[in-house]
């Protein structure tokens, strides 16, 4: 049995309630999400219509005093049945994750950090532009945390965000054999039916809660899966991936060996643009990524992510070569 919990906490979700359109509306659209990447794991494609006959018996628990939590609870494939997907709906849900929602940046870590000025030099001096920025600052963060050093709102909401995009690239890199076996069309189908469902997260945030958390048990182990505010889930609303594949040239200027994300220019492009690297193939192009930085340019296979307007505004890597002379 695998459970997956959503959390909302802030405002009203602080006092145990929220609103009953807001609630109504996250439940549903995540009801439909997960009923549809239970079906996509099962056979690789998604019912047209949800009924009786594929909802698989997931069901909710019932819901406890606290933080407004929602606990659902998944069957576990069965052997009589193979899948053609034989992982967690947790996996595919952080692999979709993983695509539709930016990870943390140096600037969105410095941003918190400072509210308290001695962990923001901290981090100026040590931390930054490295290529383990998110374990370091996880381990400032600790370190105040151990000695009882009171941390801020932000950074204790940046501490929750860090681990649950650290967790997430872990489960995701170990069901990466699994989730490979995708074609083209049915990866660019996961995303384009489960971007709208998960930007729904974001009616909650507008007057229940101020953030959610996602987290799973999968085998007995727990994992977080991802910490969202109001803003990135936001983020969600405006991204739309492309269904095929396009070939750039890029100069690549930051790439964040840890996290996947990057920084590249291209004359098509204004000023700096963002690239990220899906964690199941993050370990395979690591190293022409970071060789990549010494270069003049290389060429890359990517997604590339646009506004409703069709307006390009990052890209997903997914090869790296050399440019042609």
Not at 44 to 58: E, L, M, T, V, Y
Not at 119 to 131: A, K, P, V, Y
Not at 196 to 223: C, F, T, W, Y
């Amino acid at each position: 049995m695998e459970q997956m919990k959503f959390v909302f906490d802030g405002k009203l979700a602080s006092m145990h309630r929220m609103e009953f359109y807001e609630s109504a509306r996250f439940q549903y659209s995540a009801s439909r999400l997960l009923v549809k990447i239970d079906n996509f794991r099962r056979t690789g494609s998604f019912p047209s219509k949800i009924s009786s006959k594929n909802i698989h018996d997931i069901q909710v628990r019932a819901f406890q005093q606290g933080s407004f939590g929602i606990e659902i609870l998944i069957p576990a494939l069965m052997a009589a049945g193979p899948a053609v997907f034989e992982t967690s709906v947790s996996a595919i849900f952080s692999y979709v994750v993983d695509r539709v929602f930016k990870s943390a940046d140096d600037d969105v870590i410095r941003d918190a950090l400072s509210t308290q000025r001695q962990l923001m030099e901290t981090f100026d001096d040590t931390i930054r532009g490295r290529d383990d920025t998110i374990t370091r600052t996880l381990d400032l963060l600790r370190d105040e945390m151990a000695h009882e050093r009171e941390l801020s709102l932000d950074n204790k909401e940046l501490y929750e965000r860090l681990l649950a995009e650290q967790e997430r690239r872990l489960l995701v890199q170990a069901e990466r054999d699994v989730l490979r076996r995708m074609t083209e069309e049915q990866r660019a189908d996961l995303v384009t039916m489960s971007a709208p469902l998960l930007k729904e997260m974001n009616v909650p945030l507008r007057r229940s809660a101020s953030h959610v958390s996602i987290s799973s048990v999968v085998d007995g182990q727990p994992r977080r899966l991802l910490y969202a505010d109001k803003r990135m889930t936001d983020e969600v609303d405006v991204a739309v991936v492309d269904r095929h594949l396009t070939t750039i040239d890029i100069n690549v200027v930051q790439f964040n060996k840890e996290n996947g994300w990057g920084k590249f220019r291209n004359e098509e492009w204004d000023g700096l643009a963002s690239f990220s690297v899906p964690a199941d193939i993050l370990d395979e192009l690591r190293r022409e990524l970071v060789a990549a930085m010494r270069l003049n340019g290389v060429s890359v296979d990517c997604y590339v992510v646009r506004s409703p307007a069709l307006v390009p505004l990052r890209i997903i890597v997914v090869d790296v070569n050399p440019i042609d002379d």
